[in-house]
């Protein structure tokens, strides 16, 4: 008997904002814009400000920075604060994202 294709419980999947990939909630970042207007990056995910995923890398990031992707799932206007939070973040992701392993097979 082989029923390795379904696992007992799916994890949550969710959809990140600038490439559209769907995931595991828990292998996404997760954005958050409080009612205060305080923006959180990667903290508890509380459920109750609008939150808006992306994958961790610095591609996804650019992206959806770039356009009104963001502001548009957060349903907000950033501040330049904001702004500059993001961009904060963004830089100490890496460039592409790394699956675990280093890739020792090339060069
Ligand atoms: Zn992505």
Redesign the pocket.
Known sequence: MVMSLTTPKSAPQRT?I??G?RRDKRALIRVEMGPDGVLSIGGSTRQQGRGAY??P?RA?WEKGLKGARLEHSLRTHMTDDNRAALLQYTSTLQESESHGKNNAEQE
């Open positions: 990140c600038a490439c990939a992306l994958c890398s996804c």
